[in-house]
């Protein structure tokens, strides 16, 4: 048994370093055990050719809390930003783009009446994302309302949704259960405009636009974008390792711990209670506490084995569906390459291909079959135009997410991985003419692989799919929807937790706050 500590977290993605660095304000000794030799989790920056680095897997800042960076100080602590509020561009193959962002819309062809609707309906979707932002900030309360405290945190909730008003109290209830292929045809014309707002209903989940359960991912993801406020979208100085180092500085300056390359092989129990961790090397330290933001097999299967679980329990966690739809294409280019109308300006924000709802769905039906797509969906960013120590001088990265790539490939991986290369290169070049031969090297990561770097349960953007029933008070499970486990002294904190994922510290957060309140 080496050193003590009163809390011990499993891993350094950010959530995990959100949960340390406010335990530790809190007054918390605590050790941060991480596998990986970098801090950050699926929010790092690595090289992936000679001379150029890329975020791996989360690419840009969409969600993140003013209050995270304001709390923790972010800039004191070395982070910058090479871009904030960026705009997003829907391309076309043949016209000009559109330009879009929280409260406009422009450009492109026969906008009509849209223009004018979309600010309207931004208002409107607006005051739900405040309502549903005030839902990812809070545990979730125990249904049984027991304690003052949980009826006081319902009562809360209830005078937020009435003071929505009737009217817009009827229009939530009759929208949310809606897709979003339907609320979006309800609602405007432009065909290319649909396809951009359907695409962030459906980026990190497991659907298409015409699934249900649309409309609340998309208000999971209006939400973040109310926390964010004036950050908007934001791409930080350095990639997304660099907010994540910042991160982990402000947790050491608190006098938190990190250990990097320190695997966690077993939690220790003892009288039923977690007491520790073993780590793979052997070294066993001990801790009143042990909070995971580590997948859910592998913290209760792995770390903690099922001999210490009921059978119903380990069942849900087996049934607790992750698997996600997002792979990421990462180019070196040896100059930027031009998109078909776009202006230079452009390039330094977010560009999508997704020019219609009937082109979205069709890109998400093959996968249903384990399939890949003939014309994928993609989020791409060129981050180097913004920051330039990201790829060698005069040259470029281009980072895409590609939709809708299943985890499982069928029964020949290599094939469906080279078709689904080709299938992306060939969407990108018909975007950008020419793009191809700019190609210096090229790296794809599909689920299995983003699962396989990063640990992200099935390569799942959330850790596990955001759907009505693996959500708020059943997130990830109703056992565990508060942080704590059937395990005394075991917490949870990652992103299979409430809210879920996207780089927002809230699992995090809300977890630290659970541990400082166990016993109350
Ligand atoms: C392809 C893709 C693109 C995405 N793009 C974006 C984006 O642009 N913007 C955005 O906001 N979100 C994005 N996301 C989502 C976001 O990356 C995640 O939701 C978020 O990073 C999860 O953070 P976390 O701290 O909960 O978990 P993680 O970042 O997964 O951290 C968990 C940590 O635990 C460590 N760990 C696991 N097991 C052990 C062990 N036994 N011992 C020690 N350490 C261990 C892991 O190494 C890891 O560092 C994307 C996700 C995917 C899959």
């Given at each position: 048994?080496?050193?003590?500590?009163?809390?011990?977290?499993?891993?350094?993605?950010?959530?995990?370093?959100?949960?340390?660095?406010?335990?530790?304000?809190?007054?918390?000794?605590?050790?941060?055990?991480?596998?990986?030799?970098?801090?950050?989790?699926?929010?790092?920056?690595?090289?992936?050719?000679?001379?150029?680095?890329?975020?791996?897997?989360?690419?840009?800042?969409?969600?993140?809390?003013?209050?995270?960076?304001?709390?923790?100080?972010?800039?004191?602590?070395?982070?910058?930003?090479?871009?904030?509020?960026?705009?997003?561009?829907?391309?076309?193959?043949?016209?000009?783009?559109?330009?879009?962002?929280?409260?406009?819309?422009?450009?492109?062809?026969?906008?009509?009446?849209?223009?004018?609707?979309?600010?309207?309906?931004?208002?409107?979707?607006?005051?739900?994302?405040?309502?549903?932002?005030?839902?990812?900030?809070?545990?979730?309360?125990?249904?049984?309302?027991?304690?003052?405290?949980?009826?006081?945190?319902?009562?809360?909730?209830?005078?937020?949704?009435?003071?929505?008003?009737?009217?817009?109290?009827?229009?939530?209830?009759?929208?949310?259960?809606?897709?979003?292929?339907?609320?979006?045809?309800?609602?405007?014309?432009?065909?290319?405009?649909?396809?951009?707002?359907?695409?962030?209903?459906?980026?990190?989940?497991?659907?298409?636009?015409?699934?249900?359960?649309?409309?609340?991912?998309?208000?999971?993801?209006?939400?973040?974008?109310?926390?964010?406020?004036?950050?908007?979208?934001?791409?930080?100085?350095?990639?997304?390792?660099?907010?994540?180092?910042?991160?982990?500085?402000?947790?050491?300056?608190?006098?938190?711990?990190?250990?990097?390359?320190?695997?966690?092989?077993?939690?220790?129990?003892?009288?039923?209670?977690?007491?520790?961790?073993?780590?793979?090397?052997?070294?066993?330290?001990?801790?009143?506490?042990?909070?995971?933001?580590?997948?859910?097999?592998?913290?209760?299967?792995?770390?903690?084995?099922?001999?210490?679980?009921?059978?119903?329990?380990?069942?849900?966690?087996?049934?607790?569906?992750?698997?996600?739809?997002?792979?990421?294409?990462?180019?070196?280019?040896?100059?930027?390459?031009?998109?078909?109308?776009?202006?230079?300006?452009?390039?330094?924000?977010?560009?999508?291909?997704?020019?219609?709802?009937?082109?979205?769905?069709?890109?998400?039906?093959?996968?249903?079959y384990r399939e890949i797509p003939q014309h994928p969906a993609l989020e791409i960013?060129?981050?180097?135009?913004?920051?330039?120590?990201?790829?060698?001088?005069?040259?470029?990265?281009?980072?895409?997410?590609?939709?809708?790539?299943?985890?499982?490939?069928?029964?020949?991986?290599?094939?469906?991985?080279?078709?689904?290369?080709?299938?992306?290169?060939?969407?990108?070049?018909?975007?950008?003419?020419?793009?191809?031969?700019?190609?210096?090297?090229?790296?794809?990561?599909?689920?299995?692989?983003?699962?396989?770097?990063?640990?992200?349960?099935?390569?799942?953007?959330?850790?596990?799919?955001?759907?009505?029933?693996?959500?708020?008070?059943?997130?990830?499970?109703?056992?565990?929807?508060?942080?704590?486990?059937?395990?005394?002294?075991?917490?949870?904190?990652?992103?299979?937790?409430?809210?879920?994922?996207?780089?927002?510290?809230?699992?995090?957060?809300?977890?630290?706050?659970?541990?400082?309140?166990?016993?109350?």
């Open positions: 048994m080496s050193a003590t500590f009163d809390v011990i977290v499993i891993g350094a993605g950010h959530n995990g370093l959100a949960c340390a660095l406010d335990l530790a304000r809190a007054g918390r000794k605590v050790l941060v055990l991480e596998s990986a030799a970098q801090v950050g989790g699926a929010a790092i920056t690595r090289s992936f050719a000679p001379g150029f680095q890329v975020s791996a897997c989360a690419h840009l800042l969409h969600a993140l809390p003013q209050s995270l960076l304001r709390d923790f100080a972010l800039e004191q602590h070395g982070l910058r930003f090479a871009a904030t509020a960026m705009a997003t561009h829907a391309l076309s193959e043949t016209g000009p783009c559109l330009r879009i962002d929280s409260a406009t819309v422009t450009g492109g062809s026969a906008l009509g009446e849209d223009a004018a609707n979309y600010g309207l309906f931004r208002q409107r979707m607006g005051r739900y994302a405040a309502l549903f932002f005030a839902l990812l900030s809070v545990k979730p309360p125990r249904l049984s309302l027991q304690r003052w405290g949980e009826r006081w945190d319902m009562l809360k909730l209830a005078l937020r949704l009435r003071l929505l008003g009737t009217a817009s109290m009827r229009e939530l209830l009759r929208i949310g259960g809606m897709n979003a292929y339907d609320l979006l045809d309800d609602n405007f014309q432009n065909p290319a405009l649909k396809g951009a707002l359907a695409f962030d209903a459906t980026l990190g989940a497991e659907y298409g636009p015409r699934s249900p359960g649309t409309v609340l991912t998309w208000l999971y993801r209006l939400a973040g974008e109310h926390g964010a406020g004036t950050l908007g979208l934001a791409q930080p100085a350095g990639g997304m390792g660099a907010f994540s180092q910042a991160l982990a500085q402000a947790c050491r300056a608190a006098g938190v711990e990190i250990r990097l390359s320190a695997p966690v092989a077993r939690i220790l129990v003892d009288q039923d209670h977690a007491v520790g961790v073993a780590l793979a090397s052997g070294e066993v330290v001990a801790a009143a506490t042990v909070v995971s933001s580590a997948a859910l097999r592998t913290t209760f299967l792995r770390l903690l084995g099922a001999e210490h679980l009921d059978g119903g329990f380990v069942r849900r966690i087996d049934h607790f569906r992750a698997k996600g739809l997002v792979a990421k294409l990462h180019l070196a280019l040896r100059d930027l390459p031009h998109f078909t109308g776009t202006s230079a300006a452009a390039l330094g924000g977010r560009l999508l291909i997704s020019p219609s709802m009937d082109y979205l769905e069709q890109a998400f039906n093959p996968s249903k960013t060129l981050p180097s135009v913004n920051d330039a120590s990201l790829a060698p001088a005069g040259q470029h990265v281009l980072s895409a997410l590609v939709q809708f790539v299943p985890y499982d490939l069928g029964p020949d991986p290599k094939a469906a991985r080279a078709a689904l290369l080709e299938n992306t290169l060939a969407t990108l070049e018909r975007h950008a003419p020419g793009i191809r031969a700019l190609v210096v090297a090229a790296e794809l990561l599909t689920p299995s692989d983003l699962e396989q770097e990063f640990g992200l349960a099935g390569g799942h953007w959330h850790q596990g799919a955001l759907a009505f029933d693996q959500f708020f008070v059943n997130r990830p499970l109703p056992q565990s929807h508060q942080y704590q486990t059937p395990l005394p002294g075991l917490f949870l904190c990652g992103a299979a937790c409430h809210p879920g994922g996207g780089v927002m510290g809230f699992a995090g957060r809300n977890a630290a706050r659970c541990v400082l309140r166990q016993g109350d």
